[in-house]
């Protein structure tokens, strides 16, 4: 459902993707590669995904998104407490 909206298409429609019972378009490709953090070959087993591009994953990967979405200034308050977090966990080891 998550993946449906994140596409901008119902969720039955990305059913029948996974059910093959329903083509993709060439742009519903891309925007998938995007949204999935891969490239359109990999999708499509024509390479092995060693391009994909670095970069947190999972929760790490959603929250940076979502921090990516504020204004810069924002992101500035948000990375400074990230960056003093770090910190404070080096000191500690």
Known sequence: MQLADR?????STYAGWERRTTALKPEQISKLAEVLNVSVDYLLG?????QRKGGPVGKAR????????????????????????LAAQRVAR
Do not use: A, C, W
């Not at 596409?7 to 969720?11: C, F, M, V």
């Not at 959603?62 to 977090?85: A, M, N, T, Y």
């Open 62 to 85: 959603r929250i940076f998104e979502e921090v990516s979405q504020l204004p810069r200034h924002k992101q500035q308050r948000i990375l400074g407490v990230v960056e003093d977090l």
């Open 46 to 50: 024509r390479d092995n995904g060693r």
């Open 7 to 11: 596409l901008g298409i119902t969720q």
